[in-house]
């Protein structure tokens, strides 16, 4: 039989009449001939609640705990939608990850999957299974504890399952009806895009949009997954949502395919630091053994010896790394007049497979931000994306702005 993997998210599961909703969707698909791994998030606005619920019990958690609690979302969504599935007698059955089992790391709250053995469910399968319900975003650590992927990680449970498994495709349902060269939520002007390349998808998901995990494309990337994203409220057909593939199968495209955002950044200036060889890593060292994940990095020109460091890192690690500067600054082995952190800047970025062979593309962005009067605090640039730090009142407008700019109101 052709597998298939069918993932859906949380607004896609929020309800009872939801669950039918994918249950009917996942009969259709075993109609057409199909054995199913369904992956299913946790009704939507769940995993925040348990979140925080071990916050306000223990602010420093236990990470073995956090997983424990944190992933038990998905596993009510996975027993109902196969009790679902059963009552219009489809033969499902629910498979919590240590069943399966997902054998990730031990990183507890972002571990990686490094093995999916199938000798479980081909059993089950050849036994008459049509479906699985396979509850996303767990696995098991080698020391046989639960483990979790990090925030919105049943995309990569998805995605594995579907190299794993060997299935034809992986569907990504959820509550837009594809890949947009923005955030809808954020500009009405956005549009679908019909393909997207793995490569472009990798950056606009690791650059904020939050529409598919980065390491779910990774992954498809790695072993050839296609990828399509969908609506689960809609209709569809062979040909619905958004396919992400080679950059070869893509007939014709736009310099830049779309605008990123990211609302969680934050931009920390150590002012007066030596300017010598090895200050760079004598910064970094203890960012990174503190484990922040610094991202953009700036440092002015010097005078009388002296420079400013700037870098920007997740907002909820300003503490964390305000914490490891201040510990160097007291071992001496940095110095530095004054750490200032600014918690209200986001990140926009443009990204495009185009940028390869067209330049001035990080002209036209810096003048449209311009012209709306928008300063920009930090650039950075790669071989397909450029990003800005700027104000974060100025995240809709810096969108639009962009959006408008590069034309992607033409785009499909
Ligand atoms: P799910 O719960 O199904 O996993 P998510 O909320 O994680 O859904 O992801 C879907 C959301 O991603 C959309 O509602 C949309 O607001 C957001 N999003 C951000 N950027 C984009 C984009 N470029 N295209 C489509 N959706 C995007
Ligand atoms: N329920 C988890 C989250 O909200 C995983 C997911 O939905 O992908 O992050
Ligand atoms: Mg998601």
Known sequence: MPRLVMKFGGTSVADIDRIRNVARKVKREVENGFDVIVIVSAMSGKTNELVGWVDSISPLYDAREYDAIVSSGENVTAGLLALALQEYDVPARSWQGWQVPVITTSAHGAARIEDIPTANLDAKFAEGMKVAVVAGFQGLA????????????????????????????????????????????????????????????LELASLGAKVLQTRSVELAMRY????????????????SGTLVCDEEEIMESNVVSGVAHSRD???????????????????????????????????????????????????????????????????????????????????????????????????????????????????????????????????????QALHDAFELDNAA
Do not use: W
């Open 265 to 399: 950044e934050a931009k920390m200036t150590l002012v007066s630091v030596a300017d010598r060889p090895g200050i760079a890593a004598a910064i970094f060292m203890p960012l990174a053994e503190a484990g922040v994940n610094v991202d953009m990095i700036v440092q002015n020109i010097s005078e009388d010896g002296r420079t400013d460091m700037t870098f920007s890192c997740p907002t909820n690690q300003v503490a964390r790394a305000e914490k490891a500067m201040e510990a160097a600054k007291a071992k001496g082995s940095i110095n530095f007049r004054d750490l200032i952190a600014d918690k209200n800047v986001c990140k926009i970025s443009v990204v495009g497979i185009g940028m390869r062979s067209h330049a001035g593309v990080a002209a036209r962005m810096f003048e449209a931000l311009a012209a709306e009067g928008v300063n920009i605090k930090v650039i950075t640039t790669s071989e397909i994306k450029v990003s800005v730090l700027v104000d974060r009142k100025y995240m809709e407008l810096a969108v």
């Open 224 to 239: 050839r997954v296609r990828l399509r994203v969908l609506s689960s409220f809609e209709e569809s057909n062979e040909t």
């Open 142 to 201: 080698p020391d046989g504890r639960i483990t979790t992927l990090g925030r919105g990680g049943s995309d990569t449970t998805a995605v594995a399952f579907a190299a794993a498994m060997q299935a034809q495709r992986c569907d990504i349902y959820t509550d837009v009806d594809g890949v947009y060269t923005a955030d809808p939520r954020i500009t009405d002007k956005a549009r679908k895009l019909n393909r997207i390349s793995y490569e472009e998808m």
